[in-house]
């Protein structure tokens, strides 16, 4: 996500971390099996291509990997007995301790996916601080409210 690949996300660039594992082997990634990953797409597979194939890009590459930036991706074993597994979660308002972008790594982490919207699908929303519109669209929802504690309390299994 940080090379700042056309198209590329984080929720993409997570994607492409997870089937691939490490950047040698995305590398190798022809258009072709790249559309074929599920939320990728053509687009995104000829933009990502296109960009590893640049010579000052391979280059780039090269000097991160040679000052010691580990471009291996192994995801978390699976969680599957947290009660997050499998639901959806969106965060709101100014967390006391937590990044959106740190909150949101951790719930994936434990095989959670998280919206950037409330719907009837969503699962939790974690409301902190001024949460404004999606706290008031959960309630009207009846969708789960908890805070930052509650949400790192489930989160460790207690």
């Known amino acids: 996500f940080a090379l700042g690949i056309r198209h590329v ?24 099996e790249l559309a074929q990953i599920r939320d990728i797409g053509d687009k995104i597979a000829e933009s ?3 960009w590893l194939n640049v010579p000052a890009n391979i280059d780039l590459v090269e000097r991160l990997a040679a ?13 599957e007995d947290n009660p997050f597994f499998g639901k ?18 951790m719930a994936q982490d ?8 409330v719907s009837k699908k969503t699962d939790y929303v974690i409301a902190g601080a ?21 949400f790192l309390r489930l989160l460790k299994g207690e």
């Open 67 to 79: 000052a010691g930036l580990t471009m291996t991706f192994t995801p978390p074993a699976s969680q």
């Open 88 to 105: 959806t979660l969106v965060f709101t308002g100014t967390m006391p301790t937590l990044g959106r972008a740190e909150a949101k790594t």
């Open 110 to 117: 434990v095989g959670a996916k998280v919206s950037g919207s």
């Open 9 to 32: 996300g984080a929720k993409v660039a997570r994607i492409l971390a997870t089937e691939f594992g490490s950047m040698a082997k995305l590398q190798q990634a022809q258009p072709e």
């Open 130 to 150: 001024e949460a404004g519109s999606k706290l008031e669209k959960a309630q009207q929802l009846g969708v789960t409210v908890i805070d930052e504690a509650e």
């Open 48 to 50: 990502a291509v296109t």
